[in-house]
């Protein structure tokens, strides 16, 4: 159902204050802008109802300056040769060159969903995931759920450094990979610095996502890197360094929604093989079927031993699983690194670490 241009202004308010503060400045000053402009706020209401998000609008832009790099706005977005910072300039030319396209803007939103594979989010997950992985026996097969492009069903193939208090370095991976990942690690009060397997079996993967993306398209990959913030290209190469890497050894990618196809997206993968899912930043988009999607996992792990490596935001991933745990909600545009085991229908629940959102850093917990 679509929604009103006040709910609209107010995502708008909170991707810049929330989501984008500290990280693009680009960004920030776009989207607060744009929470106080009715025709280019009104721009997301061809949107499919929960999409219609800052990180849309701004994917948008992206995409339609891919295409017109030699128009003046280029020079704010670094992702195509631009340097220039924010200045008095940088709102009057994106607001004008968003509505001379606004056609080609709304048919571009109400078609598409924010597609972000953000690779170095897999330096997250890798603790967690090798973590479930001893406990499971050393082997699994991966179901990442909201995969996009399936990039992070590659983090055994991709290479870690952990940049850790006090100068020291954990390493991870195989020697040899075209993807090498850094990542800060700090301690909050009273955790030990994890121990990191140098490797991980995954014996066999799938993705399952409403809409995969087809690296081999062009087209596709282009949105993929348009959905990536523009004035942070570093983030754009690495993609294109995944997705290269990915070659002719692309994973299964299944069409279909996180509730209803999950369990028989898991039954593509091997019965007899423990079964790790992998989510990030996926659940905030599902809004109310959350408890549902939970409910899929419980029912799955009553049939196979299974694992839930979840990085996503605590209200909307685990409090419903460990509610009142005010110290893993703040601060607000930290996310939270889960590891879930159902034992007889009971959920063993661990928060691991706080992580920033592109996978630069994360504070590990004690246990």
Not at 74 to 93: A, H, I, K, N
Request: charged share 25%.
């Amino acid at each position: 159902m679509p929604i009103g241009l006040d709910e609209i202004k107010s995502r708008l308010r909170k991707f810049a204050t929330v989501e984008a503060a500290g990280v693009s400045p680009l960004y920030e000053h776009l989207a607060a802008k744009a929470a106080e402009d009715d025709d280019v706020a009104g721009l997301l209401a061809d949107a499919r109802g929960g999409e219609a998000r800052g990180t849309l609008l701004m994917a948008t832009a992206h995409r339609l300056i891919q295409a017109d790099p030699i128009h003046p706005l280029s020079r704010y977005y670094p992702s195509v040769g631009g340097f220039d910072g924010v200045d008095t300039e940088t709102w009057p030319l994106f607001r004008s060159f968003l509505l001379e396209r606004a056609d080609k803007a709304r048919a571009i939103i109400a078609s598409r969903y924010t597609q972000t594979n953000e690779v170095r989010r897999a330096a997250l997950l890798y603790p967690a995931v090798t973590a479930a992985a001893k406990e499971a026996g050393g082997k699994i097969a991966l179901l990442e759920v909201g995969c996009s492009a399936g990039l992070l069903l590659g983090l055994d193939k991709y290479a870690y450094r952990y940049q850790c208090d006090g100068g020291e370095q954990l390493t991870a991976g195989p020697a040899k990979t075209a993807v090498g990942l850094h990542c800060a690690l700090d301690l909050a009060l009273g955790a030990v610095t994890p121990k990191v397997p140098k490797k991980l079996t995954i014996t066999a993967r799938a993705g399952l996502d409403r809409a995969p993306v087809d690296l081999a398209d062009e087209d596709e990959l282009a949105w993929l890197e348009a959905c990536v913030w523009a004035d942070q290209p570093d983030r754009i190469r690495l993609l294109r360094t995944a997705a290269a890497a990915q070659g002719k050894q692309r994973p299964e990618l299944i069409t279909g929604d996180a509730v209803d196809d999950l369990a028989s997206s898991a039954a593509t993968l091997p019965a007899d093989a423990p079964l790790v899912v992998l989510t990030s930043h996926v659940l905030a988009y599902l809004g109310e079927r959350r408890a549902d999607f939970l409910e899929e996992l419980r029912n799955l792990a009553a049939d196979r031993p299974l694992w839930w490596v979840s990085e996503e935001f605590y209200g909307a991933a685990l409090e419903p699983l460990v509610p009142g745990r005010a110290d893993l909600a703040e601060p607000a545009d930290q996310a939270v690194l889960g590891l879930v085991r159902w034992d007889g229908g009971v959920p063993d629940v661990r928060a691991l670490a706080r992580t920033a959102p592109h996978g630069q850093r994360m504070t590990w917990l004690p246990v």
